[in-house]
């Protein structure tokens, strides 16, 4: 993954795409939108089981090139990042559930 980040921070240098970080957020938000519609137009809006659409492979990385741009902004490392979170859901998966509720 820091080879993913860097290459997102390079690009982002190179393109002089420094938006504001509070712009990231809402454009992150903005993509995990139009995964939903992807996932929505694939099931015909619920009247049919979900047919995979090859747009949502290009929407799930806009959401992922959204979600880098944040952590690069903070110098997040996301491979310690996820690290935390797996081990997080792990011992809430020892109580019986992933749910928040196992905290």
Not at 71 to 83: G, H, K, S, T
């Amino acid at each position: 993954m820091k080879d993913i980040q860097k290459k997102v921070k390079l690009f982002c240098e190179k393109n002089e795409l420094n938006s504001p970080i509070e712009h990231r957020v809402l454009d992150t938000m903005s993509e995990l939108g139009e995964v939903a519609k992807e996932i929505l137009k694939m099931s015909n809006y619920g009247k049919h089981p979900v047919k995979y659409n090859n747009k949502l492979k290009m929407e799930l990385g806009d959401v992922l090139y959204s979600i880098i741009t944040i952590a690069n902004v903070f110098e997040i490392d996301l491979d310690e990042a996820l690290n935390k979170v797996l081990e997080k859901y792990e011992k809430r998966m020892v109580k019986g559930s992933p749910s928040s509720n196992n905290d």
